[in-house]
């Protein structure tokens, strides 16, 4: 054999070698999230994302914040269906993995369960969705984002052969944006888990936003919940800083919040955050941001992080009410609700919460596992009622706040 087919036989090799590389990575990973939520690793696997997915760090840097801390017992019970519950076997049922209360900026209550601890880092799932509409607060009060009715193909040209082609920022903000999209969890073949098998076998969540081509109806008249809506908020993001939504994120947010560690951002195979759900980091900083936005943005020591104006709009009602009926009420990536007492909270699949009460004072970070977390009880209760019914009784008692009885909001005067 000659030098110069000796070579290329050893480069066709190496090609080769390469290429079985990269598809056992892609097999491995794609066994580890189908076995993502199988009830002997979910816990695990939860706290432990940033091995099973590609991820970027996100440093922290400056102060740790230092939370003071004065433990009290929660409330034994809550009221539900009319009946006393016990919130210690609500936890059990609700599949806690941690749970952190804060009143007035101090810690009351601080419990980590199945075998995790502080240092965890837990999955957001998409309480990362509120994380990014206080990004986007952040670029339009930097002018990096002109007006939420700038339509998304003005920062991404991409997506004009999409469904989104001419849909105002605002509308995909709202989860009103019309395209059409099935995000059934339970379905093979929904469009949500279409997009994770696009995110575990290495495929690009850009393309995939880019390839929904279907409207189901006109923009801002009804809202469904599509998380890939989040996605595109990101790649408009993106393109308004240039610079990539994880910079942007330490840049605008963690370096100046006083985290306790460094988070991490699952990404796709380009390199680019998971967006909709892939923040990782510990309960203590979940509810540092939960913090953050009950002060309307400032940090303990008075520094404006997130613009003052943007939290108020964000956490108010704005979106249209949702086609299948939800019993809560929708801002700018952030729920309400129906009958909030200026209360708003982020969600995450499988039972992530952060919950603000700023009547109470009150911030609630709640991880868990919960497979169940899609069921309804007896009653028709699904299982975000059931936590936000736990939340409040659990403000309650850190406070005087009261939910006021609701009455005709016909003839109500706003305070």
Known sequence: ????????????????????????????????????????????????????????????????????????????????HDKQVLVADMLKELKTTALIVVKDGTIVFEEYYQGTGPEDLRISWSMSKSFVSALTGIALENGQITSLDDPVTKYVPDLKKSAYNNVKLRDVMNMASGVKFDEDYLDFYSDINKMGRVLALGGSLDEFAASISETAYKPGTARQYVSIDTHVISMVLRSATNESLQDYFVKNLWSRIGASADAWYSTDSDGNAFALGGLNMRTRDYALFGELMRNKGRTADGLQIIPEKWVEVSTSKSAPDDIYGDPFDYGYQWWLPKDSDQEFFAVGVYGQYIYVNPRAGIVIAKNAAQRSFLEVDDFGMDYKSKNIAMFRSIAEHYSDWRLKPQTDTADAVPE
């Open 1 to 80: 054999m000659s030098t110069t087919n000796k070579i290329v036989a050893g480069l066709l090799i190496l090609a080769i070698a390469a290429g079985l590389l990269l598809n056992r990575q892609r097999i491995t990973r794609l066994l580890q999230v189908n076995s993502l939520f199988a009830e002997d690793k979910i816990v695990h696997n939860f706290s432990n994302m940033k091995d099973i997915l590609p991820a970027t760090r996100l440093p922290r840097s400056g102060p740790v914040h230092q939370w003071p801390v004065s433990i009290a017992p929660l409330n034994q019970t809550f009221v539900l």
